[in-house]
T-cell receptor
Framework: DTGVSQNPRHKITKRGQNVTFRCDPISEHNRLYWYRQTLGQGPEFLTYFQNEAQLEKSRLLSDRFSAERPKGSFSTLEIQRTEQGDSAMYLC?????????????FGPGTRLTVL | AQSVAQPEDQVNVAEGNPLTVKCTYSVSGNPYLFWYVQYPNRGLQFLLKYITGDNLVKGSYGFEAEFNKSQTSFHLKKPSALVSDSALYFCAVRDGGGGSYIPTFGRGTSLIVHP
């Protein structure tokens, strides 16, 4: 399977703990995006990378959230001091950078539950 | 600013009947429009996009969408619905006038196809 993969698929944690998610994009894609999706809502943009550079961050991305893509391949999203409001599905997507209207390919998501 | 509205939370249709899932948008420049489908516990899958050209766009699984500039709409259609089409459908838009590459997603419409 050469699609976007995310690990873990599910994460249950206690409030105040730190969690880290990983995304492996399609290998030919140099753009990588993170979204958050809650029940009854569409994906909400968090941040995106072109290669290893983080080019845009949403105001939703509080100081407790940090994302990296150190070698321009996989990416990690870390949430520090988790809160119950962080419970959501975290989606990763990737796309080509050439052309400005390329569709995004999504991974299966990581479902986070904060108790 | 860009925004998307999906006015129906749920659409019910009998198998074999035509289906329409509605989407309206607002952008400052030229709209780039996308439809995605999400099955339970899965990521979003790309169905089709409109960038320019013919107003009727054909996509995966027999779906098509019609771009209507005067009504700022991009409704998703299929001539004959299948039970397996039951899923969550998201419309997305981004402003082709430059700036951010990030699309804005609608809240989603749950399509239920009855046998």
């Amino acid at each position: 399977d050469t699609g976007v993969s995310q690990n873990p698929r599910h994460k249950i944690t206690k409030r105040g703990q730190n969690v880290t998610f990983r995304c492996d994009p399609i290998s030919e894609h140099n753009r990588l995006y993170w979204y958050r999706q809650t029940l009854g809502q569409g994906p909400e943009f968090l941040t995106y990378f072109q290669n290893e550079a983080q080019l845009e961050k949403s105001r939703l991305l509080s100081d407790r959230f940090s994302a990296e893509r150190p070698k321009g391949s996989f990416s990690t999203l870390e949430i520090q001091r988790t809160e119950q409001g962080d419970s959501a599905m975290y989606l990763c997507a990737s796309s080509f950078a050439s052309g400005i209207y390329n569709e995004q390919f999504f991974g299966p998501g990581t479902r986070l539950t904060v108790l | 600013a860009q925004s998307v509205a999906q006015p129906e939370d749920q659409v019910n249709v009998a198998e074999g009947n035509p289906l329409t899932v509605k989407c309206t948008y607002s952008v400052s420049g030229n709209p780039y429009l996308f439809w995605y489908v999400q099955y339970p516990n899965r990521g979003l899958q790309f169905l089709l996009k409109y960038i320019t050209g013919d107003n009727l766009v054909k996509g995966s699984y027999g779906f098509e969408a019609e771009f209507n500039k005067s009504q700022t709409s991009f409704h998703l259609k299929k001539p004959s619905a299948l039970v397996s089409d039951s899923a969550l459908y998201f419309c997305a838009v981004r402003d082709g006038g430059g700036g951010s590459y990030i699309p804005t997603f609608g809240r989603g419409t749950s399509l239920i196809v009855h046998p």
